[in-house]
């Protein structure tokens, strides 16, 4: 599955990372990112297993500012 980030438009509210630390991370004074393990061409653009789906949707609509989408 693919996940992005608009990071543009993140509060660094920390939901991500606490919903699903696994795929997202969020650093001190920067916004949202994928983890490193699974990022394709930017901080925020992945490729996540199939195990963790489930957690990266969760994060997905726990976003109070909904900046990330799932295909």
Not at 3 to 9: K, L, S
Not at 16 to 21: A, F, G, K, R, Y
Not at 37 to 49: D, M, N, Q, T
Request: proline share 3%; charged share 30%.
């Amino acid at each position: 599955m693919k996940v992005m980030i608009d990071r543009e438009g993140c509060i660094e509210c920390g939901v991500c990372e606490q919903t699903c630390e696994d795929v997202f991370i969020l650093d001190t004074g920067e916004k949202a990112s994928i983890v490193e393990k699974y990022r394709k061409s930017s901080r925020a653009v992945g490729e996540i297993p199939d195990s963790l789906i489930d957690c990266a949707s969760s994060a997905a609509s726990s976003c109070p500012v909904q900046v990330i989408t799932t295909e």
